[in-house]
């Protein structure tokens, strides 16, 4: 099993998707802004900080990944991928479109449960509903019953087997 379906934690997914995103954009920043600086008008310190930066960044989203594994839960599969996605420029945002479908997974399930939730309360509603119209006529169908049996129309065993 690569992927498991149920989504346990989307809070995480969430971050995991953020992180992956901000590390695209730092691996951007660094091949075509930083690294032409450095390499087209002799500024080394160009990419100092935006290599740091990259750099933290794809140490932390390698550690969502494997955490999410768990966590969210993904599949070690998806997990690495997201790595090596990482190291790849615009990788992260195509990953970002299989995450997103997790996500999406988890929000209709979530409607789901809401709409059956809200199904069950109307149902509810409209029991009790019943019950209250139905409640003026108690009387009367103990007095009908009654009626039948007094004038020896019906039995108990006769009423019970018709309205079986």
């Known amino acids: 099993m690569n992927q498991p379906q149920e989504v346990e934690n989307p809070e995480f997914l969430k971050k995991l998707r953020k992180l992956s995103l901000i590390e695209g954009c730092s691996t951007l920043i660094l091949f075509f802004i930083a690294m032409p600086l450095k390499y087209l008008l002799e500024l080394p310190e160009a990419v ?17 990944s494997v955490i999410a594994i768990r966590k ?8 690495f991928m997201l790595i090596i996605a990482a190291i790849i420029p615009f990788g992260p945002f195509w990953m970002d479109k299989k995450l997103k479908v997790l996500e999406r997974k988890w929000n209709e399930e979530k409607e789901k449960e809401v709409t059956k939730e809200k199904h069950a309360i109307k149902y509810l509603k ?10 003026p006529f108690k009387e009367q169908k103990k007095n009908l019953r009654k009626n039948y049996i007094e004038n020896g129309w019906l039995t108990r065993q006769d009423i019970w087997n018709a309205v079986k």
């Open 48 to 64: 100092s900080w935006p290599g740091r930066i990259h750099g933290g960044l794809f140490i932390l989203l390698v550690m969502f």
């Open 126 to 135: 409209s029991m009790i509903s019943i019950e209250k119209a139905m409640e």
């Open 72 to 79: 969210v839960p993904i599949g070690i599969k998806l997990s």
